[in-house]
C-alpha cells in the first residue's frame, strides 16, 4: 500500500497520500464470522459436527453480558439491512427493545460496504475476494460486461457458478434442518442463490408475518437455526434518508417486531442482531453524474462498482503515464471528499480478505475511487438518471458505512 511521508510506518494511504481506515477484521470481527460462530452455538453442531468455529468468541461475549453461552436449541441471526452501528446508537431513543439488548460488539462489514458484498460474506463465512461478490456492478472479465449482483443478474451468470463456495446452510443440511424466513420475492432470487443457499425458504411479505412465522418455527420441538431477513429500513434509508421521519418509524417497527420475537421464544433460543452495512445522506447536489466528465473516462474501458465505491477498469492497466493523469483527474476533481485507490494494493494489504480465489481480481477495477465525505457518483451513460434520487448511500469504507453492530436480543 502507498505510504506518505510523515505518516506511521506501515499505516495505508491512499494514492494521493491520505490516510485509509484498516481493513476488514475477516475471522475476527466481521458480518463474515457471525452466521458461522452462531453455528458453533448451535446444540446439534456443538459437538464439533461441521467444523463450526466460534471465530468472535461468542460464548465469552455471551457469558459477559450475563447470557448463556450455550449452547442453544435454537439460534435465530436477524440481519437488519442497512443498520449500521452509528445510526442504531444515534437512535435508541426510539428503540427501547435494541436499548435493552445485550451489545456484544462492533463488526465490519465486508469491502465494498454493500449488500450483496456482506450477504455472501455472512452466508458463506469468508470475504469478498473469497466468493467474488466484489460490488454492486461488478465486471464479468471474461465478457467484458458489467454484472449487477443484487437485483439485476446478467441472465448468462450462473448464481452457483459465480460464486461457488459452500454457504453454511448447505453445511448445515444433514445435521440439521436450516430455515430463511425473508420476502417472497427472494425465494430462488440470484442472490440468494449465490449467497445464502440451501436450506428451506419460508416466505411472509409483511414485517408482521415474517415475525409471525419466525415465532412458530422456534416455537416447535425440533431444533432450529434459522436466518431471518429485514429489509424495509434500507428501502426506506435509500428512498427518504437515515435522518428521516420515515427512517425512525421504520425502526420504530423493526423494534416492535423484534420485541414480539423475543417474548415468544424461549431461553433455549439464542437471538442474535447484525447488518451488513450502514448509510449516509447524500444531498442532491452532491449527487454528480461523472460519465458527463471526459477528463475522467480518460483511459477509461468500463466503469462499474457503486456511487460511493466507483471501479475504473482501465483500457490499458500497464500505461502508467495515462493512469497517473487518470488519478490527478479524479483527485482533482473529488480528491477532497474520496480516496483514489489502486486494486492490488488493497488486495495486498487485505482488504478483500486473504487468499483471494482465482479470477476474482479481474473483476474489480484497476482503479477504485471511494468517498469519504458528501458524495455520490454516477456514471449516466449506463445508469437511469432515477438513480440520482436516492438520499440514503454506502459503499465505501467510512465508519459510518462499515461499522455494524452484533446484539443478543433479552427477553
Not at 460490488?135 to 472479465?141: A, F, H, I, L, N
Not at 416492535?256 to 444531498?283: F, I, N, Q
Not at 454528480?288 to 477528463?295: C, K, R, V
Amino acid at each position: 500500500m502507498s505510504t506518505v511521508s510523515g505518516a506511521p510506518a506501515g499505516e495505508p494511504t491512499d494514492l494521493l497520500g491520505r490516510p485509509l481506515p484498516a481493513a476488514p477484521r475477516y475471522g475476527t470481527d466481521s458480518v463474515a464470522d457471525v452466521l458461522v460462530s452462531a453455528a458453533s452455538r448451535f446444540r446439534p453442531v456443538a459437538d464439533g459436527a461441521g467444523g463450526f468455529e466460534d471465530r468472535l468468541g461468542l460464548s465469552d461475549r455471551l457469558a459477559a453480558a450475563g447470557l448463556p453461552a450455550g449452547p442453544y436449541r435454537n439460534v435465530c441471526v436477524v440481519l437488519v439491512d442497512g443498520l449500521g452501528e452509528s445510526l442504531l446508537s444515534g437512535s435508541l431513543g426510539h428503540a427501547p427493545s435494541l436499548r435493552r439488548a445485550a451489545h456484544l460488539g462492533t463488526l465490519d462489514a465486508a469491502l465494498p460496504s454493500t449488500t450483496a458484498a456482506s450477504l455472501a460474506a455472512l452466508g458463506t463465512g469468508e470475504p469478498a475476494g473469497r466468493t467474488g461478490m466484489v460490488g454492486y456492478d461488478v465486471v464479468d472479465p471474461e465478457r467484458g460486461v458489467v454484472v449487477n449482483q443484487l437485483s439485476g443478474w446478467d441472465p448468462q451468470v450462473v448464481p452457483e457458478q459465480w460464486q461457488p463456495l459452500p454457504t453454511v446452510f448447505e453445511r448445515l443440511e444433514g445435521i440439521a434442518d436450516p430455515v430463511t424466513v425473508s420476502m417472497g420475492a427472494y425465494e430462488g432470487s440470484p442472490l440468494t442463490r449465490a449467497a445464502l443457499r440451501g436450506g428451506r425458504f419460508e416466505a411472509a411479505r409483511s414485517t408482521l408475518a415474517r415475525v409471525t412465522r419466525a415465532t412458530d418455527i422456534l416455537s416447535t420441538r425440533s431444533p432450529n437455526f434459522m436466518y431471518l431477513y429485514w429489509g424495509e429500513l434500507d428501502q426506506v434509508g435509500h428512498r427518504h434518508g437515515s435522518g428521516s421521519d420515515r427512517w425512525l418509524e421504520a425502526l420504530e417497527d423493526l423494534d416492535s417486531g423484534l420485541r414480539r420475537l423475543a417474548a415468544r421464544t424461549g431461553e433455549e433460543t439464542l437471538l442474535l442482531l447484525t447488518a451488513d452495512h450502514g448509510m449516509v445522506d447524500v444531498a442532491p447536489e452532491d449527487r454528480i453524474d461523472y460519465g458527463a466528465m471526459p477528463e475522467l473516462l480518460d483511459g477509461v474501458r468500463l466503469t462499474a462498482g457503486e456511487p460511493r465505491m466507483v471501479q475504473l477498469h482501465l483500457e490499458d492497466p500497464g500505461d502508467r503515464a495515462r493512469r497517473d493523469r487518470l488519478v490527478q483527474a479524479w483527485g482533482a476533481a473529488f480528491g477532497d471528499r474520496a480516496w483514489i485507490l489502486d486494486r492490488d494494493e488493497l488486495i495486498e494489504a487485505g482488504y478483500f480478505g486473504a487468499g483471494m480465489r482465482p479470477g476474482v481480481r479481474e473483476r474489480i477495477g484497476d482503479l477504485i475511487v471511494a468517498a469519504h465525505g458528501p458524495l455520490a457518483l454516477y456514471d449516466l451513460r449506463r445508469t437511469r438518471p432515477a438513480a440520482l434520487e436516492m438520499v440514503g448511500q454506502h459503499g465505501s469504507w467510512t465508519e459510518a458505512e462499515r461499522s455494524v453492530p452484533l446484539l443478543a436480543l433479552r427477553r
